[in-house]
């Protein structure tokens, strides 16, 4: 025992930390050494056990041995024979017991600081469940298990980073999910040499696919516990790492960070009438602002009954200027409301909208036409259900507005043909990012399409390489 606490003290120091705790104790008549972590640990549960322990003492010879494995009376005990793995455990928030023979035991009594589930601002549905991911792994995991209440839902737990020692959770259904996508994430998880994940789920997918400075989404993030429930039965895999709200999906395409559990919760017609409400507002937010602008410069290609398509006045300040500057200053806007405290969010909307917006064309600074098109581009925009793949739709249409810009007609075009082209050469996980458009399935694009009924659309997609595709 005394080894023990030189071992610690080494580790932690001399009251250096306030919230590593030590206390010599006894279990029946054996001394111990209670280390735990304060904040991580449910103090009353432990105190209820030890109490128990002194007062309920009905055997007359027990064996320090096993004092702990058959006496004591909770159902979560580990044995330690590794320093390492024994302080992973503690740091955890595990509660520690060392015997005065070496023994070192851990008893499970965490108590996280967090919240309780609540429905996610950038995922709430009409009508649908209104729980929601925690920063709790252990939350986050039972509210999958509530949903699929299968043997062969799997929980993996891997524990990445140096330092940090991160829980990273790997969920899946056996004999659904594709196992080579399994020794691909668990192989390239064991590769991760990193001090620490602060940023978790977002650090975690740069890691795993290479994200680099590509702007597009490799994996689809969710807060919804029945989101990861739908991927999972499909033969999806899901991350859950701890201290997150928010799930990672793998594999997925760009097709399904376009997907709302909305879609789902109305009958089929509604939902594919939703469906192409927001593909087209995705095409629109893609390329109505720099068909505009390519329209404004050559309008010889306009008819005459579409003459006020084009802005009536040119400014002093040439077009091109006119709404990068506007696209930027909604960007601006965007990021002022997200910081803005809530009860002043309200005002300074107005004042942005009536205000700024007014008076900028009234100075001459904007056309009342760019002030237009790139607030409609912006709603087109916000109608995206993933929030990464919105900011990089921004980008690319800031790129081919440039290119028509600097080339014209041709500009557009080029522009087009370059994007298709560096979206369709995506491949993270091995799985082609337009698919089922590249290569092109024309079953699975019908389901992109359109929402069928739920007994129709019933089998595993391609993509995830399930054993058993057949889900009825």
Do not use: C
């Not at 993030?221 to 895999?237: C, M, N, W, Y």
């Not at 469906?275 to 109505?288: A, E, H, K, M, Q």
């Not at 081919?400 to 041709?410: D, R, Y």
């Amino acid at each position: 025992m005394s080894e023990a606490e030189a071992f610690l003290k080494e580790k932690f120091g001399v009251n250096e930390s306030y919230d590593v705790g030590t206390l010599h104790t006894h279990l029946y008549e054996f001394p111990v050494l209670l280390v735990y972590i304060n904040g991580l640990v449910d103090g009353m549960v432990l105190t209820e056990l030890l109490t128990n322990v002194q007062e309920e003492l009905q055997v007359e010879t027990i064996d320090e041995n096993d004092i702990m494995e058959h006496y004591f009376p909770y159902y979560s005990i580990t044995k330690y024979d590794s320093k390492e793995k024994w302080l992973v455990a503690l740091l955890s928030g595990q509660v520690t017991f060392i015997l005065s023979n070496g023994s070192v035991y851990t008893m499970d009594v965490r108590s996280y600081p967090g919240r309780n589930p609540e429905e996610p601002d950038n995922e709430k549905v009409v009508r649908g469940s209104r729980d929601g991911f925690t920063e709790n792994i252990v939350q986050n995991t039972a509210l999958i298990r509530r949903r699929i209440r299968d043997t062969n839902l799997r929980f993996e737990l891997h524990q990445v980073s140096t330092l940090g020692q991160t829980d990273i959770a790997i969920s899946y259904i056996k004999g659904i999910a594709s196992e080579d996508n399994l020794k691909q994430i668990r192989d390239r998880l064991d590769q991760i040499k990193h001090d620490g994940f602060t940023m978790t789920d977002k650090a975690l997918e740069e890691w795993l696919f290479k994200q680099g400075f590509h702007p597009l989404p490799f994996v689809r993030f969710t807060e919804r516990p029945d989101i990861a429930a739908a991927h999972l039965l499909e033969g999806h895999i899901v991350l859950v790492v701890d201290t997150s709200p928010s799930a990672i999906i793998v594999p997925t395409t760009v097709f399904h960070h376009l997907q709302h559990a909305e879609e789902y919760r109305q009958a089929p017609l509604i939902g594919t009438f939703v469906r192409w409400i927001r593909l087209s507002g995705v095409v629109l937010s893609l390329f109505l602002l720099p068909f505009w602008y390519l329209l404004s410069k050559h309008p010889e290609f306009l008819p005459k009954s579409l003459d006020f398509f084009g802005p009536k006045e040119t400014g002093e300040i040439p077009l091109l200027l006119q709404i990068l500057f506007a696209d930027i200053g909604i960007e601006f806007l965007r990021l002022a409301a997200i910081h803005t405290p809530t009860p002043l969010s309200t005002a300074m909307g107005i004042i942005a909208a009536l205000v700024i917006g007014q008076m900028a064309v009234d100075v001459g600074l904007f056309v009342p036409e760019v002030i237009l098109y790139t607030a409609i581009t912006a709603i087109f925009t916000f109608a995206i259900p993933s929030y990464e793949l919105s900011i990089s739709t921004k980008i690319f249409r800031t790129f081919i507005l440039l290119s028509t810009a600097l080339l014209g007609v041709n500009g557009f075009f080029i522009a087009l043909v370059i994007l298709l082209f560096y979206v369709g050469s995506l491949r993270p996980l091995n799985v082609p990012y337009l698919w089922p458009v590249m290569p092109f399935f024309p079953k699975a694009f019908m389901r992109i399409i359109v929402r069928f009924p739920m007994p129709v659309d019933a089998k595993r997609p391609f993509i995830t390489r399930s054993a058993d595709r057949k889900r009825s």
